[in-house]
């Protein structure tokens, strides 16, 4: 995770996958699935959350077993619907809510060129969200960026939430381990 541009970057390797496309869908078109991306990336961060209960009453220890409970048939069924299906290999890239950058390496794009952008944010649920836009260069030698198009305020507001979200877990983690290795 990285700050670029003033926000917040997801940095990792991701199935991700990018076809050219001839022409940009219609308005209509890109509202339905910029509709589809905000309710993919609520659901998923509502997946991801854990139940918090200030007190461990009786509701409050049930809520968390029953959480638990949901959480392991979720990863479950989630270790299932990954074996079936055929997501594209894993590799680096950087996500803001207006775009993404991706290497070109195997791909020979151009700019200019339009694309439309496969990325499963969540392996344990092989659903891809989509983007459409214009092939642009990145900032690192060798990248592309697809600066998104049709991407409402809704849509990036939620990846912003799930930059915010990886990003506060990367620092819980280094903290964690600053507090290991002194004690």
Partial sequence: ?????GGLVLEGKYSFSIETIQDMPTAAELVNIDSENEKFLRTSSTWQDPVEVEELDSVGLELRRQ???INLLMDMVSELLMRQSELPPPESIKLTPK???FSNKDRQLKTGTLGKVFLYILPALPRALQFYGEVQSGEQEGSLRLEFSGTGKAVQDQIDKLLFTHHRRSIAQVHAGIKQANA
């Fill in 99 to 101: 775009g993404i950058e």
């Fill in 67 to 69: 959480d638990l409970k």
């Fill in 1 to 5: 995770m990285a700050e670029l541009t």
